[in-house]
């Protein structure tokens, strides 16, 4: 079998040269740029593609378009914006009104906490309050019972501290 190739080969090589290994190789020089080209222009498109898609989510073009713009001066003029500025423009905004959102979101969050932890702080002092003044107001209340008469009979001081014991009336 390599004497067959072998002999293929010395009889390729004594009717052609050199010539056809040229050839051969510019051949495949020629198909690998080909292949690079197809690759190339498939990256270009569905890079399009995506910039395409893109600018019709910013609501813009990626087409040369004309725009209003405003001059230093404070003049009004129409100016041609190439390709691809009109939604570079939009997606920028788009970022930054993004941005603009989350840092408006973070702060209002923040002030929610914190004002939500003031909150807590007051309310836990109030219950701290209204625990001694319910333990305060339940003492009297126990006094108040034990002063009743056999003839259960209650006077001013039973009602005030039951009030007390109520909520009705502040502790002393």
Same mark, same amino acid.
């Given at each position: ?7 293929? /080969? +010395?009889?390729?090589?004594? @009717?052609?040269?050199?010539? @056809? ?13 080909? =292949?690079? $080209?197809?690759? =190339? ?5 569905? /890079?399009?593609? @995506?910039? #395409? ?8 073009? &990626? ?6 713009? =405003? ?14 500025? $009109?939604? +570079?423009?939009? =997606?920028?905004?788009? !970022? ?16 929610? !906490? !914190? ?13 701290? $309050?209204? *625990? ?6 339940? #003492?009297?209340?126990?006094? $108040? ?11 001013? *001081? /039973? ?10 009336? &502040? *502790?002393?």
């Amino acid at each position: 079998m390599i004497k067959l190739i072998t002999g293929a /080969w +010395s009889a390729l090589h004594k @009717w052609a040269g050199n010539s @056809w290994l040229v050839l051969l190789a510019l051949s495949l020089a020629t198909a690998a740029l080909y =292949v690079d $080209a197809r690759r =190339v222009r498939a990256d270009r498109d569905a /890079w399009a593609s @995506w910039a #395409t898609a893109t600018c019709a989510l910013a609501g813009a073009t &990626p087409a040369a378009t004309t725009a209003e713009r =405003v001059d230093a001066a404070g003049k009004r003029h129409k100016a041609v914006l190439p390709r691809g500025v $009109a939604c +570079s423009e939009a =997606v920028q905004d788009l !970022a930054a009104f993004r941005a603009g959102t989350l840092a408006s979101t973070a702060r209002l969050l923040t002030a929610a !906490a !914190a004002e939500q932890q003031a909150k807590a702080v007051s309310d836990r002092t109030t219950a701290q $309050a209204e *625990s001694g003044n319910r333990a305060v107001a339940l #003492t009297t209340m126990e006094k $108040a019972d034990a002063q009743i008469r056999d003839d259960d009979r209650v006077d001013g *001081s /039973w009602f005030a501290a039951l009030n007390r014991l109520g909520g009705m009336q &502040p *502790s002393h």
